[in-house]
């Protein structure tokens, strides 16, 4: 399975369904088209990611920086959290938008391994959040 985007690196979703992101990326590099390539696949479920913590707000879905190992140069395990963001007060009108929102990233082809809730400080305000971690293998191709 490949993704096709200008630095020419397939990426594979662990549970190994196919996708395919074609789009101008503002970044270039191994790890930012790993994180392009996320957002566009919540963007494909009707999502609003966010990559830049000043836009972080309440009914987005924060993507944050990954952690990876390498195998080599050219294979690395990602790991990538994302942060579905409530609205205050984090009353059950919240709680339903979140869960709903954890639902549909689940039956998607991004890999969740993990998942957990928590409360995302953003500015003074405190909003309800849940964390999940999604794991992606990536290849770089020549």
Known sequence: MAVTYQYNAPLQYYNSQ??????TEIYQGFFASTINTVAASLVALGLVPVTDPRNARPLTVFVELPTFTCFNNQIADITID??????PPGNSDATDYILGVVDTIM????AVVSGSPS???IGSAELPAYDLTIRIASRRVP
């Open 18 to 23: 196919d996708f395919t992101y074609v789009g």
């Open 82 to 87: 994302l942060r579905v963001l409530g609205a």
């Open 107 to 110: 039956n998607s082809e991004i």
């Open 119 to 121: 409360v995302a400080t």
